[in-house]
């Protein structure tokens, strides 16, 4: 038994178990169950996941920038020796002491979870291409849901709409890559967002163990997707300029269960379903969305944005540069700037460098994603 894996998992069940119903699925009738992933980020008491653990960085940031006798328990100031163009020139660090252990209810869609798909299949013969809807051929390069699912270690994209647990082909077309995917290149450019990266060095953002339930965990695939033996083996033991390594992470496995799992469906509910709730919960931030959308809201209602979404974070980060007034950061910034422009700039030149070694010899098949643009204007 691995004491320290089922802390971890219970540290972020105890922390969901106490939101109110409101960010949860609804109860379980004998029409159907909902059933939701959970992830979460433990560091020290703090349990946030992936996005929401960048928003709380970036509010200890401007706290600190605008309180400079105040102290985080997750970040500190940079000392000046520490700041250099080799090591990376933002004003903050994750504490030294500080490790970053990462739950999740589910198996990361993509690549490690390949193995347990099949398992799931009555018929686990991979579905020919040629019978795929013509809307999933569209994106050449990128598998996702079943397509082709006898073929591993490769880039897969988001399932997109699902159906139990396998994707329609029919669902729409994205490029966002899975979370397989996505957690294979955070073992190299760190927890942080890109936003995040301008302000917090990489060095210690790194996560050190993925803590799955153990019926989602297949050793075979997790080492294939993110060992320095698989498909990371190319970038093994490598390190670029600005603080970032390949900093594999242990995958370990816990005995407890998620309450909202698919596999804690009750045997009287004779349908399951996706819940479309989602919380998000950090030190600064407590909320509900619908479909990415705040609890309550319309969808084109200006207040209906998370603080989580880009524009807002974005918006913080911006705060907490004008804050510093730090020369070397500011120089390349206009009052008024497009989000894609500024990750063009050299600011973001280290996390680019290290995202094309990564897709190019480990992650080949990665087709970018710029996502959407926006201007914002600091203050």
């Not at 922390?15 to 909902?34: C, E, G, H, I, R």
């Not at 569209?138 to 880039?155: A, D, N, Q, T, Y």
């Not at 294939?224 to 496995?253: D, E, I, L, Q």
């Not at 030190?283 to 207040?303: C, H, M, N, S, T």
């Given at each position: 038994?691995?004491?320290?894996?089922?802390?971890?998992?219970?540290?972020?069940?105890?922390?969901?178990?106490?939101?109110?119903?409101?960010?949860?699925?609804?109860?379980?009738?004998?029409?159907?169950?909902?059933?939701?992933?959970?992830?979460?980020?433990?560091?020290?008491?703090?349990?946030?996941?992936?996005?929401?653990?960048?928003?709380?960085?970036?509010?200890?940031?401007?706290?600190?920038?605008?309180?400079?006798?105040?102290l985080s328990p997750i970040i500190r100031r940079r000392e000046s020796h520490e700041i250099s163009e080799s090591k990376g020139l933002q004003p903050f660090s994750i504490l030294d002491d500080l490790e970053l252990h990462m739950y999740s209810s589910e198996a990361p869609c993509g690549d490690a979870s390949m193995e347990s798909l099949m398992e799931a299949q009555v018929d686990a013969t991979p579905w020919p291409v040629d019978q795929l809807h013509p809307a999933a051929k569209k994106l050449p390069g990128l598998l996702r849901g079943r397509e082709s699912f006898g073929e591993l270690g490769i880039v897969r994209r988001k399932?997109?709409?699902?159906?139990?647990?396998?994707?329609?082909?029919?669902?729409?077309?994205?490029?966002?890559?899975?979370?397989?995917?996505?957690?294979?290149?955070?073992?190299?450019?760190?927890?942080?967002?890109?936003?995040?990266?301008?302000?917090?060095?990489?060095?210690?953002?790194?996560?050190?163990?993925?803590?799955?339930?153990?019926?989602?965990?297949?050793?075979?695939?997790?080492?294939?997707?993110?060992?320095?033996?698989?498909?990371?083996?190319?970038?093994?033991?490598?390190?670029?300029?600005?603080?970032?390594?390949?900093?594999?992470?242990?995958?370990?496995?816990?005995?407890?269960?998620?309450?909202?799992?698919?596999?804690?469906?009750?045997?009287?509910?004779?349908?399951?379903?996706?819940?479309?709730?989602?919380?998000?919960?950090?030190?600064?931030?407590?909320?509900?969305?619908?479909?990415?959308?705040?609890?309550?809201?319309?969808?084109?209602?200006?207040?209906?944005?998370?603080?989580?979404?880009?524009?807002?974070?974005?918006?913080?980060?911006?705060?907490?540069?004008?804050?510093?007034?730090?020369?070397?950061?500011?120089?390349?910034?206009?009052?008024?700037?497009?989000?894609?422009?500024?990750?063009?700039?050299?600011?973001?030149?280290?996390?680019?460098?290290?995202?094309?070694?990564?897709?190019?010899?480990?992650?080949?098949?990665?087709?970018?994603?710029?996502?959407?643009?926006?201007?914002?204007?600091?203050?």
């Amino acid at each position: 038994m691995d004491t320290e894996a089922n802390r971890i998992a219970m540290a972020v069940l105890v922390t969901y178990d106490s939101l109110s119903a409101k960010y949860k699925p609804v109860k379980a009738t004998d029409d159907f169950f909902q059933w939701v992933s959970l992830s979460g980020i433990v560091a020290l008491k703090q349990i946030v996941a992936l996005r929401s653990f960048n928003q709380f960085l970036l509010h200890e940031c401007l706290d600190l920038a605008t309180s400079p006798t105040k102290l985080s328990p997750i970040i500190r100031r940079r000392e000046s020796h520490e700041i250099s163009e080799s090591k990376g020139l933002q004003p903050f660090s994750i504490l030294d002491d500080l490790e970053l252990h990462m739950y999740s209810s589910e198996a990361p869609c993509g690549d490690a979870s390949m193995e347990s798909l099949m398992e799931a299949q009555v018929d686990a013969t991979p579905w020919p291409v040629d019978q795929l809807h013509p809307a999933a051929k569209k994106l050449p390069g990128l598998l996702r849901g079943r397509e082709s699912f006898g073929e591993l270690g490769i880039v897969r994209r988001k399932p997109g709409a699902t159906l139990a647990i396998c994707a329609r082909a029919d669902s729409p077309q994205t490029l966002s890559k899975s979370c397989s995917d996505k957690l294979a290149l955070k073992q190299c450019t760190s927890v942080l967002s890109s936003f995040t990266s301008l302000l917090v060095n990489p060095a210690n953002a790194y996560i050190k163990s993925l803590v799955l339930p153990k019926g989602q965990y297949s050793e075979r695939a997790c080492q294939r997707s993110f060992g320095p033996k698989g498909r990371m083996k190319p970038v093994a033991n490598h390190r670029w300029s600005g603080g970032y390594a390949y900093c594999p992470f242990k995958v370990r496995t816990t005995d407890h269960e998620f309450a909202f799992s698919r596999r804690s469906k009750p045997a009287s509910s004779r349908e399951l379903r996706t819940s479309n709730v989602a919380a998000v919960l950090n030190p600064y931030v407590q909320e509900a969305l619908i479909l990415g959308r705040l609890q309550g809201r319309q969808r084109f209602d200006p207040k209906a944005a998370s603080a989580i979404c880009s524009k807002r974070m974005w918006k913080t980060t911006l705060q907490v540069l004008a804050a510093l007034g730090t020369p070397k950061l500011l120089q390349s910034i206009s009052v008024s700037s497009r989000v894609q422009d500024w990750k063009k700039s050299v600011l973001f030149a280290d996390r680019q460098r290290v995202k094309a070694d990564v897709t190019a010899a480990a992650l080949s098949g990665w087709i970018r994603n710029d996502g959407d643009d926006f201007e914002v204007q600091p203050g």
